[in-house]
């Protein structure tokens, strides 16, 4: 049974930066595709990153230049560094395993989430 378990989420002002880990059990990690959603209040879960297996990434324009992810196959951990933090950047971030190697597969795994709240 693959698992995703989040960490690093927090209270931040305006302007810094809050590093996401997502750890990941049960399956095969290098093979497969990761990336971090997120879902404000009242809104949508969107994807605002993922990273292909082999390394190819993708960022929700919103985030372009201030997130960036990546991926310690040795560690089965996937990382969000998010610098520049806005308040509408608030809301409870999830990781996600793909459906295969490539992002345009999609997801197939979650985890429960990690809060970020950003105070202006």
């Known amino acids: 049974q693959v698992q995703l378990v989040e960490s690093g989420g927090g209270l931040v002002q305006a302007g810094g930066s809050l590093r996401l880990s997502c750890a990941a059990s049960?399956?095969?990690?290098?093979?497969?595709?990761m990336g971090w959603y997120r879902q404000a209040p009242g809104k949508e879960r969107e994807l605002v990153a993922g990273?292909?297996?082999?390394?190819?990434?993708y960022y929700e324009d919103s985030v372009k230049g201030r997130f960036t992810i990546s991926r310690d196959n040795a560690k089965n951990t996937v990382y969000l560094q998010m610098d520049s933090l806005k308040p509408e950047d608030t809301a409870v971030y999830s990781c996600?395993?793909?459906?295969?190697?490539?992002?345009?597969?999609?997801?197939?795994?979650w985890g429960q989430g990690t809060q970020v709240t950003v105070s202006s």
């Open positions: 990273i292909s297996s082999g390394g190819n990434t």
């Open positions: 996600a395993r793909g459906r295969g190697a490539a992002l345009y597969i999609g997801f197939n795994y």
């Open positions: 049960g399956g095969t990690f290098g093979g497969y595709a």
